[in-house]
């Protein structure tokens, strides 16, 4: 499944957590090494999904009616720490309203990843991700535009072309999904979840 489409169904409430999902734990470092590897083209792993009732999801996240629901029994992490830096905010079932993770953003000529510091706006190399994937094309552009006013980033612009590239492909990456079927009893769903997350369970 493409990263766009699992951030669609985030968008519109397709896709939601079981009650028993311990909340996002992950820290920056763990965050921008999954960039990294999306971005080289790694593997990330899979995830699991569970078509269920709306009732096994946590009472407390708000879905809306007539719309499918499958649990994510294992992602959570890497989901959200995705969809917290290409929406600036954290995913609808978070149980904290604050964005799960600073602005991360990209250096066009070192190649790396890193999360907001105040001097990154001295620095046109650098990339507002969020902004980059919420507006690739109009973001490109504006981006290209600021290289051409620095002379060091004209004569560079044949090599970071590629770059850009590479970065506006990320979200069209393919993550495997494995589907856990729809008659598996909630305990059993439980146990598929312990075994994926290594014993994490909700406090």
């Keep these: 499944m493409k990263i766009s489409t699992i951030l669609y169904h985030l968008d519109h409430g397709r896709l939601a957590l079981p009650c028993f999902a311990r909340d996002y734990v992950w820290n920056q470092t763990q965050a921008r090494s999954l960039f990294i590897s999306l971005s080289r083209g790694y593997p990330v792993g899979s995830l699991i999904f569970w078509t269920h009732a709306i009732a096994a999801t946590d009472q407390q996240v708000e879905l809306r009616e007539h719309v499918p629901v499958e649990l994510l029994l294992d992602g959570q992490q890497r989901v959200a720490s995705i969809y917290s830096v290409a929406r600036a905010r954290s995913p609808h079932f978070s149980k904290d309203d604050k964005r799960a993770l600073p602005p991360l953003y990209f250096h066009i000529s070192d190649e790396t990843?890193?999360?907001?510091?105040?001097?990154?706006?001295?620095?046109?190399?650098?990339?507002?991700?969020?902004?980059?994937?919420?507006?690739?094309?109009?973001?490109?552009?504006?981006?290209?535009?600021?290289?051409?006013?620095?002379?060091?980033?004209?004569?560079?612009?044949?090599?970071?072309?590629?770059?850009?590239?590479?970065?506006?492909?990320i979200l069209d990456r393919n993550i495997h999904v494995e589907y856990l079927p729809g008659d598996v009893q909630p305990?059993?769903?439980?146990?598929?979840?312990?075994?994926?997350?290594?014993?994490?369970?909700?406090?």
């Excluded at 994937?133 to 090599?159: D, K, Y």
């Excluded at 146990?191 to 909700?202: F, K």
Aim: with cysteine.
């Design 113 to 169: 990843f890193d999360f907001f510091k105040p001097g990154m706006k001295d620095d046109p190399c650098w990339i507002d991700l969020a902004a980059f994937f919420s507006h690739s094309q109009t973001a490109v552009g504006e981006f290209i535009e600021a290289l051409h006013e620095s002379p060091a980033g004209h004569a560079r612009l044949s090599e970071y072309l590629p770059r850009l590239y590479q970065l506006s492909r």
């Design 187 to 203: 305990d059993e769903a439980v146990e598929v979840y312990l075994v994926a997350n290594g014993g994490g369970l909700r406090k």
